[in-house]
């Protein structure tokens, strides 16, 4: 076991590099507060698969499911928590489809692809090929579900947006959207998502953050500094194809998250000290 506690550091928060770095200063340009800095404690570092382009993280019922991205190699996989091993993997087989995040709904299994505009959707017992495909009228990013609704980021705004599907239709109805924000401004590259205790835990692309958003109006109100996580752990194993953060899973029964990235050789395993 690892018992490493991290203490966060609150910084300025970036933009996308196509719109330009925000100041290197946390300057109030609304009446939001900071968001507060959230302490983790890692508790274990578990093998990962260095081939999944994670995009999805989801922990159910004792099973760790993973939706991958990528061209010609995107996939819906179950894998073993503790020595990463795929123990069954769907492969899709639309070269032109790149897959994004997952969650699993009401005994189904939801994955959105990227610039696709189609949700996948699986039963729960057999993810060897979906058994319906949604339109979605935006780009797909992150998923994740408070029980009652799926939410959806498209990474290109600053907007999460509570939607149902309609299966008969093939679509999905929107239910509400949330503009995100921090006192910096509004805040867009919004990744993998979770849904944890009455909150959305985003992570956020090209960073090493996870914020905290309050469902109510779309605030950050924590944050979550993982940078330098990997290479503390295990930096031998790095290579020009690791990248970035992203993968949150969240065990509620042990009140557990996991967290990893895109070809990461680690999964770790950490809980929140709040």
């Not at 835990?201 to 996870?210: C, V």
């Not at 944050?223 to 194809?241: P, R, V």
């Amino acid at each position: 076991m690892l018992k490493r506690i991290f203490t966060i550091i609150l910084i300025s928060v970036f933009s996308a590099c196509n719109t330009g770095d925000k100041p290197a200063d946390d300057t109030p340009v609304n009446n939001l507060p900071a968001p507060q800095p959230i302490t983790f404690s890692i508790d274990a570092a578990y093998p990962h698969d260095t081939a999944a382009f994670t995009q999805g993280l989801q922990f159910y019922k004792g099973k760790l499911y993973e939706g991958t991205g990528e061209f010609e190699e995107s996939t819906l996989r179950i894998v073993d928590l503790k020595t990463g091993k795929v123990e069954k993997k769907y492969l899709i087989p639309d070269t032109t489809i790149f897959g994004e995040g997952i969650t699993i709904f009401k005994n189904k299994i939801y994955q959105l692809t990227w610039q696709s505009h189609k949700i996948f959707v699986y039963n729960l017992n057999d993810i060897m090929h979906p058994i319906k495909t949604l339109n979605w009228f935006s780009e797909g990013w992150g998923i994740t579900n408070d029980g009652n609704n799926l939410i959806i980021s498209d990474g290109v705004t600053d907007k999460i947006y509570y939607a149902l599907p309609d299966e008969e239709k093939n679509e999905m109805h929107l239910i509400k959207t949330l503009t995100v924000a921090d006192n910096t401004g509004v805040l867009d590259n919004l990744n993998e998502l979770e849904f944890i205790d009455g909150y959305i835990y985003a992570n956020r692309w090209q960073t090493d953050y996870i914020l905290k958003i309050d469902t109510a109006n779309g605030h950050v109100v924590g944050k979550i500094d993982l940078t330098g996580l990997l290479a503390q752990y295990d930096a031998k194993e790095m290579t020009h194809n690791t990248n970035v953060l992203n993968g949150i899973a969240y065990d509620s029964t042990t009140k557990k998250l996991y967290i990893t990235g895109k070809r990461w050789p680690k999964m770790f395993e950490i809980h929140l000290n709040q």
